[in-house]
């Protein structure tokens, strides 16, 4: 390579040294009286027009920046470019000057650098004035951000299933946020690849910029949104070290609002894009570790920004700018316009109601910038805004939505994948718009198929809002609001195995069993069904006592009487050990009623039973469901079941929860004020009580209110509002329990 070297340039290499590279192979080469770089690329006709188009830029940039980027050397015979053999392989070449310095990866980052960085990136773009080349005009490039959807094809080469649904989030975010406006943006020809390994410093100097193989004619906010990128994604602070840059970048190169406004959205598609990139790279060239030398802090970036409220961002951003923003209602006109129009009975959360505008997985985000940390919400069981469960709802919506009058796939197919989750014989389901509507038509089911009309149900139970469910809800007809107990309503008493500090009754199970069993025997011949949560949400997340079911279930057939499990909120793996509730009892039910998590916030529901139940029912008035099991709910419905299989979901559920539960045991040892800690998965309920061991309603309401304060979202529940109750999504991470348990530890200490 020197003789080729010298013949075909004129220079006499002393040293020649191959350099990490991405797909191009290049070579530091040493002279006696200079350093240069000798670049050598894949012979294509495309390839060829780019290189010559970019030694075009770098000779118009050096009227305004010379000797701080590369300079095209000419070959003897004129060229900048020629086709030689390298290494007994065709190849195209050019030489381009060396410039010193250290890169900017292996210096210290501080504030008067940022700033520098800033300055001279919006010279480079300024310097680009005036320049044209049709070969950049024409790239379509899968690193330029306007391009994200290209790389729409690498995300199933990303082997994490988890890091799959972060990335197809952000390109949804794109496709949402970013698309529509890329029409209306000024574009540029810009570098397009302003990274810690292309910059060149000098302590708080910038002192050179290389590698131009990106340039793309893009939005020219696309090349702040790269730096920006790469100049943050190592760091822990992303505000702290984009803003100084950003300020000094605007005030050489003035931005639009419109494009600050983008910003959020736009890093994060070049994050997008470098860890697809990455993972096509992995499988192309598993050796090349170059091509993913970044990936690590662009994952850890992405997570960040998910943290990060977009409005928060956008604000932060245009703030630094010196742009007015427009003033947000406050939170109490936001309520006073609601109870414009809905009554008062519709409560919120909160002593502090909170405006949401938007959210993702376990994160909630209001709209004044905040984060929230949802521990909360069981009905976006897989988190909110999945894009699995989005992406499926849109396709269908756009593709067909109607009634199961008409035949369509999707409907047994995902009866079939439902179905599969139970056990014989379970074999039919009948879909329906909510776990309310469920409960209504189980008990009506129950009624038709034995004859009798009288139902128990359970203490402190919640079996939905229809006029069926509040009969069936001890929760709702015994408040003291409520309409009372109907006649036809026997009530057992909750098997619950705590009752206070130190208070633990053995057997609790099979003492509220024989109790339920008198019940049951003195209203012999009448009872159609028996209804429970396998755990009791409304009674303060209370696990139905062991061995109660085993003992009930049995005396409850023998009356002829079916057995009803309410799943709406324990269904679908959110107890980590079992898929259902029923199953950590050990039997099986008659009937299964779903709802609330089966749509991750669409409204679905679905009652499950046997061909013989089915059958005798089907003997009466036509059932029918405008809405259940239409196609857009079948589609979400099936996304939700492939996505809690495909991200090993029900797993999670139990190591977190595990996790999570051990957090808040070893919190109840430092706490006399924790009474108990039950439930499982992530369904747990935090018994709090006073000094007299009484039901503590004070400090679960100041510790509800105050996590709000703190960017946490729980609840309470249970008959004295006393419980603290956390369902969160089954995304919900180690990381996210800790930061809960702490919080309440902290929270705890300041009650008075």
Request: proline share 5%.
């Amino acid at each position: 390579m020197k003789t080729l070297i010298h013949n075909t340039l004129g220079i006499k290499p002393l040293e020649i040294i191959q350099l990490n590279g991405y797909e191009n192979k290049n070579y530091l080469v040493k002279t006696a009286e200079k350093n240069y770089i000798f670049k050598t690329y894949p012979n294509h006709p495309k390839t060829a027009s780019l290189i010559d188009a970019e030694c075009a830029a770098l000779i118009y940039l050096q009227a305004s920046q010379k000797n701080k980027i590369p300079k095209p050397i000419p070959f003897v015979s004129g060229e900048f470019t020629k086709l030689l053999s390298v290494n007994n392989e065709l190849r195209l070449c050019r030489m381009l000057s060396f410039l010193p310095g250290t890169f900017l990866g292996d210096s210290n980052a501080n504030n008067d650098l940022m700033v520098n960085l800033g300055c001279f990136l919006a010279k480079i773009n300024k310097g680009m004035v005036g320049f044209h080349s049709l070969a950049f005009k024409a790239r379509n490039y899968e690193w330029d951000l306007q391009n994200l959807l290209l790389n729409k094809k690498h995300v199933s080469a990303i082997s994490s299933p988890e890091k799959r649904s972060l990335v197809s989030y952000f390109f949804q975010q794109f496709e949402a946020n970013v698309l529509p406006e890329l029409p209306a943006l000024r574009k540029a020809f810009i570098h397009s690849d302003f990274n810690e390994w292309n910059v060149l410093v000098e302590e708080a100097s910038v002192v050179g910029l290389i590698d131009f193989g990106d340039m793309v004619y893009s939005p020219l906010i696309n090349e702040v949104a790269t730096a920006i990128c790469y100049l943050t994604y190592d760091k822990d602070s992303f505000f702290n070290w984009a803003t100084p840059f950003l300020r000094a970048y605007h005030k050489e190169n003035p931005l639009q609002e419109k494009e600050v406004g983008l910003l959020y959205y736009l890093v994060a598609t070049k994050l997008c894009i470098s860890v697809c990139q990455s993972a096509k790279a992995r499988v192309k060239q598993p050796e090349n570790k170059y091509a993913s030398v970044s990936e690590k802090n662009a994952w850890r970036a992405l997570r960040a920004l998910l943290k990060t409220n977009p409005i928060a961002a956008q604000r932060r951003f245009l703030e630094a700018l010196g742009f007015k923003l427009n003033a947000q209602k406050g939170v109490d006109a936001k309520l006073k316009e609601r109870h414009k129009y809905l009554s008062s009975i519709l409560s919120v959360s909160y002593n502090e109601p909170i405006f949401m505008r938007a959210s993702a997985f376990q994160y909630m985000y209001d709209g004044y910038g905040n984060t929230f940390l949802d521990a909360y919400n069981n009905i976006p069981h897989v988190g909110h805004g999945h894009p699995r469960v989005v992406e499926a709802g849109q396709k269908q919506l756009a593709k067909l939505n109607t009634n199961t009058r008409y035949l369509y796939d999707l409907l047994p197919e995902y009866a079939d994948k439902l179905l599969s989750k139970f056990p014989k014989p379970l074999d039919k389901v009948f879909f329906v718009n909510s776990g309310s509507e469920a409960n209504d038509l189980a008990i009506r089911m129950a009624q038709k198929h034995t004859g009798n009309k009288k139902i128990m149900v359970v203490e402190h139970g919640y079996h939905g809002h229809t006029q069926t469910g509040i009969d069936i809800s001890d929760y709702k007809f015994n408040h003291p609001k409520g309409q009372g107990q109907k006649s036809h309503i026997l009530k057992a008493p909750l098997p619950r195995e705590y009752h206070g500090p130190e208070i633990e009754v053995p057997k609790a199970g099979v003492h509220c069993a024989e109790k339920a069993i008198d019940i049951v025997r003195s209203n012999k011949d009448d009872l159609a069904a028996f209804i429970a949560e396998p755990i009791v949400g409304c009674g303060g997340q209370v696990p139905l006592a062991p061995g109660y079911l085993k003992a009930l279930y049995p005396e409850i057939r023998k009356q002829g009487a079916l057995c009803i499990s309410d799943e709406v909120q324990t269904g679908f793996g959110r107890l980590g050990s079992w898929f259902w509730g029923f199953e950590m009892h050990g039997v099986v039910p008659d009937m299964v009623v779903l709802g609330k998590p089966m749509g991750n916030g669409h409204p679905i529901g679905a009652l499950v039973t046997s061909s013989e139940i089915a059958s005798s029912f089907s003997s009466g008035v036509e059932f029918f469901s405008s809405f259940g099991g239409n196609p857009v709910s079948c589609a979400i419905g099936l996304s939700v079941l492939e996505t809690i299989e495909e991200e090993a979901l029900q797993e999670k559920a139990k190591t977190v929860g595990s996790y999570y539960k051990s957090l808040l045991k070893e919190l109840k040892k430092e706490d006399a004020r924790i009474g108990d800690v039950r439930g499982e998965g992530l369904f747990l309920g935090i018994a709090l009580v006073d000094e007299d061991g009484k039901p503590n309603q004070p400090l679960a309401q100041f510790l509800k209110n105050d996590l709000r304060k703190k960017h946490i979202l729980i609840s309470t529940d249970g008959p004295q509002n006393s419980v603290i109750k956390t369902k969160p999504p089954l995304v919900f991470t180690k990381k996210n329990a800790l930061h809960v348990v702490e919080a309440l530890s902290h929270s705890l200490k300041h009650f008075k």
